[in-house]
T-cell receptor, first 113, second 113 residues
Framework: KAGVTQTPRYLIKTRGQQVTLSCSPI?????VSWYQQTPGQGLQFLFE???????NKGNFPGRFSGRQFSNSRSEMNVSTLELGDSALYLC????????????FGPGTRLTVT | AQSVAQPEDQVNVAEGNPLTVKCTYS??????LFWYVQYPNRGLQFLLK??????LVKGSYGFEAEFNKSQTSFHLKKPSALVSDSALYFC???????????FGGGTRLMVKP
């Protein structure tokens, strides 16, 4: 099976702009989670989607949003970018229930200038 | 609230020697515990998990981890380290429904020839 894919891999944006990141889960996986990784804060959970519904949400401002489509693909959007949003954004997919591990994509490296 | 602590920022070990990467957790209820590894410019790669059952869990690439409920620990171990094991290791805990993982700060493992 193909792994989790994320596009784009690298992105440079200017402060105040908005950005959309995309994630395609492993075939058959219906849960998609997003994480932010920064040197200062480490790995932090953003949100999880299952069956096109947000199931869990981390402690991030409303500028961070996401959605999931009927084919389980997910997008996350960050509006009004700030310098502190520069990070590696990781997407992970898993089976929706039970004690299943998550499988991570390679991430999108976002740089805000 | 759940939390994970990895008390060592870096662990240095000689190739061929045993290695241990420490992790302690705090969660109400039964924990689901995971170890992930991250190589440079890559996403996280699943190593192993503890859900229930035997306290010693075996995973990928010869790694294993020991769950200790009384000490709330889940240390990662390998009997004989390889230079190629050098990477960033993350311990994570999940509680209850959904796929929200809480990660430790990470431990950089350096294996020297």
């Amino acid at each position: 099976k193909a792994g989790v894919t994320q596009t784009p891999r690298y992105l440079i944006k200017t402060r105040g702009q908005q950005v959309t990141l995309s994630c395609s889960p492993i075939s058959g996986h219906r849960s998609v989670s997003w994480y932010q990784q920064t040197p200062g804060q480490g790995l932090q959970f953003l949100f999880e989607y299952f069956s096109e519904t947000q199931r869990n949400k981390g402690n991030f401002p409303g500028r961070f949003s996401g959605r999931q489509f009927s084919n389980s693909r997910s997008e996350m959007n960050v509006s009004t970018l700030e310098l502190g949003d520069s990070a590696l954004y990781l997407c992970a997919s898993s089976l929706p229930a039970g004690a299943y591990e998550q499988y991570f994509g390679p991430g999108t490296r976002l740089t805000v200038t | 609230a759940q939390s994970v602590a990895q008390p060592e920022d870096q662990v240095n070990v000689a190739e061929g020697n045993p290695l241990t990467v420490k992790c302690t957790y705090s969660v109400s209820g039964n924990p689901y515990l995971f170890w992930y590894v991250q190589y440079p410019n890559r996403g996280l790669q699943f190593l192993l998990k503890y859900i229930t059952g035997d306290n010693l869990v075996k995973g990928s690439y010869g790694f294993e981890a020991e769950f200790n409920k009384s000490q709330t620990s889940f240390h990662l171990k390998k009997p004989s380290a390889l230079v190629s094991d050098s990477a960033l290791y993350f311990c994570a805990v999940r509680q209850n429904a959904g796929n929200m993982l809480t990660f430790g700060g990470g431990t950089r493992l350096m294996v020297k020839p």
